[in-house]
């Protein structure tokens, strides 16, 4: 199976580290970026990592990703929550799908408990701050290289 894994993020989180720091925690995007490719290099997996407040520019991904890839981590932000075509396109996705929240989805407001990606994602996380998208990343390639084995 490919090695390469799709990191997509959803809106509002290029102002990570400024938005909302007392939920979202200081570091940046570019900081989890940088986190997460050196991890891939440790794993030997190749990262492609996105950001976009389109939705369009997701689901384009994703459609990428099918071509492509081995595993996608997706955080797919606000569209979590109401995203049907979001879903419909991890749907057309055969490999792992990790969602990542930084935050502790089920602690928050009502609106945030429910995800529709959550019906297509292999594993979730949520409430680990960042190091959220590392452990998912970890799974990912233990998952692709069970699959090798
Ligand atoms: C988030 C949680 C969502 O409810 C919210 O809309 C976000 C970020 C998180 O990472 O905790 O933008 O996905």
Avoid at 15 to 36: N, W
Avoid at 69 to 84: D, E, M, Q
Wanted: charged letters at 25%.
């Amino acid at each position: 199976m490919s090695r390469l894994v799709y990191v997509l993020n959803g809106p509002n989180l290029n102002l990570l580290g400024k938005r909302q720091p007392h939920i979202y925690g200081h570091e940046t995007l570019a900081d989890v970026e940088a986190q997460c490719r050196a991890l891939g290099e440790e794993l030997g997996l190749e990262i492609r990592f996105h950001q976009s407040n389109r939705e369009y520019e997701i689901i384009d991904w994703i459609h990428e990703a099918r071509e492509t890839a081995g595993g996608i981590v997706i955080n797919p932000a606000a569209f979590t929550h109401y995203s049907v075509a979001i879903l419909d396109a991890l749907n057309t996705f055969d490999h792992p799908v990790m969602e990542v929240h930084i935050s502790n989805v089920h602690k928050r407001e009502e609106f945030r408990h429910h995800s529709f990606v959550s019906g297509r994602a292999d594993g979730v996380i949520a409430g680990f701050g960042t190091q959220g998208y590392l452990l998912a990343l970890r799974r990912v390639a233990k998952l692709i290289d069970d699959k090798a084995g």
